[in-house]
């Protein structure tokens, strides 16, 4: 069954439908792919990027079908420290 974004296809899997499939996801990640292949990337690289955001994509969506909307593995990248408005952004962290 189609769903419209990770919202819609949890409450669909709350009703009983397995594997829905995501309108978003799927045009992100084709476009993704298509991005890194527009960079120069071999497409067998590109394949495999596009799995691997696939399977955790996977893999998140089950845990948050088990445990809520906020449960799910760390982010792919950390999170970029936060400033207050007006003050300066903190310093880069060396190697970044």
Same mark, same amino acid.
């Given at each position: 069954?189609?769903?419209?974004?990770?919202?819609?296809?949890? %409450? +669909?899997? #709350?009703? !009983?439908?397995?594997?829905?499939?995501?309108? $978003?996801? @799927?045009? *992100?990640?084709? &476009?993704?792919?298509? %991005? +890194?292949? #527009?960079? !120069?990337?071999?497409?067998?690289?590109?394949? $495999?990027? @596009?799995? *691997?955001?696939? &399977?955790?994509?996977?893999?998140?969506? #089950?845990?948050?079908?088990?445990?809520?909307?906020?449960?799910?593995? @760390?982010?792919?990248?950390?999170?970029?420290?936060?400033?207050?408005?007006?003050?300066?952004?903190?310093?880069?962290?060396?190697?970044?």
């Amino acid at each position: 069954m189609r769903a419209y974004d990770r919202v819609h296809a949890l %409450a +669909l899997m #709350a009703r !009983g439908i397995e594997a829905p499939v995501r309108e $978003t996801v @799927e045009s *992100a990640l084709l &476009l993704g792919r298509e %991005a +890194l292949l #527009a960079l !120069g990337l071999p497409r067998e690289e590109a394949q $495999t990027a @596009e799995h *691997a955001v696939r &399977l955790r994509d996977r893999e998140r969506l #089950a845990a948050q079908a088990m445990g809520g909307p906020f449960i799910g593995p @760390e982010p792919l990248t950390p999170p970029r420290p936060q400033h207050a408005p007006g003050q300066p952004a903190p310093e880069a962290v060396p190697g970044e």
